[in-house]
């Protein structure tokens, strides 16, 4: 069933508007009758086409019902910048296993070093691509894409969650197994860029509340080791 996204509702005129009305009605060539899914704040709003006009489709609620596909865990992916198909390849595939937000941080030893103007630019391509990743996995929001942060503020946001794990490619961390998620509700999962991180960001982090982790002895491509992680992750914490 074709799903739609809305940051507000009014369940007694429930319409789609702008470019997805347009989408609807001339490329799926949806009718009168026919189901389609509204989604709004982890709420799925399963409804019928009342009526389509060239720029507004009205709907008539049949259920509701909260998402089903979204995780019991709010995860932040703190994603040190790579090239930019690499990131835009993490947003999508993050999204899909199901982060709710993909912070991209500026660390020592990224080769790509976009400044915060440049990089603005890039975020509604990236927020474009969130958002089809969410359509098409089911997903009951569309996770955020902050702007690009300095680490010494990507630190500060760990500090907010209820527990933070930081990939490092060097032995010396933990299994994934043996860190301790039960009754946490917030996870902060922080990923390096193509030349990992430097030790002392690490440590920095550690001070901070992190808990190393360690992959094991192959070594993952910056793209990979973020799927990776929050393919484990949902794994053990019961969301996969």
Excluded at 40 to 69: E, F, H, M, Q, R
Excluded at 115 to 131: G, N
Excluded at 172 to 186: E, P, W
Excluded at 208 to 226: D, H, N, Q, S
């Amino acid at each position: 069933m074709p799903r739609f996204f809305t940051n507000e509702i009014n369940e007694d005129n429930i319409i789609i508007t702008g470019s997805d009305a347009n989408h609807i009605g001339r490329s799926l060539r949806m009718k009168k009758g026919e189901q389609l899914t509204v989604c709004c704040n982890g709420t799925d709003y399963n409804c019928i086409i009342n009526s389509i006009t060239p720029d507004t489709v009205y709907l008539d609620l049949v259920s509701k019902n909260i998402c089903a596909s979204e995780p019991s865990v709010n995860v932040t992916l703190f994603q040190a910048v790579p090239k930019t198909d690499k990131l835009e390849y993490i947003i999508q595939k993050s999204v899909e296993l199901g982060v709710s937000r993909i912070v991209p941080v500026l660390t020592r030893r990224c080769i790509s070093r976009p400044d915060e103007k440049d990089f603005s630019k890039k975020l509604p391509r990236l927020q474009k691509i969130a958002e089809q990743a969410s359509k098409q996995s089911g997903r009951g929001i569309i996770p955020e894409i902050t702007p690009i942060v300095s680490y010494k503020k990507a630190l500060a946001m760990m500090s907010e969650l209820d527990r933070t794990v930081i990939l490092y490619e060097e032995q010396g961390g933990v299994s994934f197994r043996d860190v301790d998620f039960n009754n946490v509700k917030t996870i902060g999962l922080v990923v390096g860029s193509e030349g990992g991180f430097d030790p002392e960001e690490t440590d920095l982090a550690v001070e901070a509340g992190a808990v190393r982790v360690w992959l094991g002895k192959r070594i993952l491509r910056c793209e990979t080791a973020p799927v990776t992680a929050v393919s484990i992750l949902m794994f053990l914490t019961n969301n996969m």
